[in-house]
């Protein structure tokens, strides 16, 4: 099983969640996972599938401009104007594809970690639930959730996710607050060889992550879904 690792793009919000989603949906490849980080071309913030969209709408800034878009998985609201995004796509019958979505969670976040670590960062993954605290999707980075990846002396998240899983396998979207780690003082491009390494290690992969061109999407599905990614009709839906 190999994973490839796609070359870094900016987008819309729009855009990249579309783009996200039509890597689990046309870019099948049994044999392979699938890795890219991405940047935003504007302020974004995005919001779980699930979320009722008045709630969303009172946690936003006010008087600000900015992207706003339903993602395809759960979880909270996540504030992407100083984040480090990615998405993971895992095929069908992989088998962390196939285990429960906690076990999978965990196993990517352990990775990202581990990456933090080789950068000299006292990260580790949140071992617990608090019986104590409210399990429905709020506001991404206000609270670290079980298997978030957290600072080991102060507890405060530095990573978070949500997955989304069909017929044609896993999505998994991730976000890294920037703020958690030091300024001036974290070398971006060696973690992200670093995260690369230690994921095609969690997802049994030998030889090592590979480099490969940007897949052949059909332009139209790609311009049509993130249209609809940006209508009323989606971000608006509950």
Not at 49 to 55: T, V
Not at 57 to 81: A, K, N, S, Y
Not at 85 to 104: D, F, K
Request: glycine share 8%; with cysteine.
């Amino acid at each position: 099983m190999s994973l490839h690792i796609l070359p870094t793009r900016m987008a819309g919000a729009a855009e990249n969640m579309a783009i996200d989603f039509l890597l689990l949906q046309r870019y099948p490849h049994a044999s392979a996972s699938r890795f890219r980080h991405y940047g935003w071309r504007a302020p974004a913030f995005t919001f779980g599938y699930g979320q009722k969209i008045a709630f969303v709408r009172e946690q936003l800034p006010r008087d600000e401009v900015f992207d706003l878009c339903r993602r395809p998985t759960g979880g909270g609201i996540v504030d992407h104007r100083d984040d480090w995004t990615y998405a993971l796509v895992l095929p069908r019958n992989h088998p962390l594809e196939e285990v429960r979505a906690m076990l999978s969670y965990r196993a990517v976040h352990e990775a990202l970690a581990g990456a933090l670590r080789e950068q000299g960062i006292a990260a580790v993954v949140k071992p617990a639930a608090d019986p104590a605290e409210d399990a429905t999707p709020g506001v991404c980075f206000q609270r670290a959730e079980v298997f978030d990846v957290v600072d080991e002396r102060t507890g405060s998240k530095i990573a978070g996710a949500a997955q989304k899983r069909n017929k044609h396998g896993l999505l998994f979207q991730g976000s890294m607050a920037r703020a958690a780690v030091p300024a001036g003082h974290f070398a971006w491009d060696d973690f992200e060889q670093q995260f690369a390494a230690q994921l095609a290690c969690a997802l049994g992969q030998d030889g090592g992550p590979v480099h490969v061109p940007w897949p052949k999407f059909d332009d139209d599905e790609v311009a049509g879904l993130s249209e609809q990614y940006a209508t009323p009709e989606w971000i608006e839906k509950r």
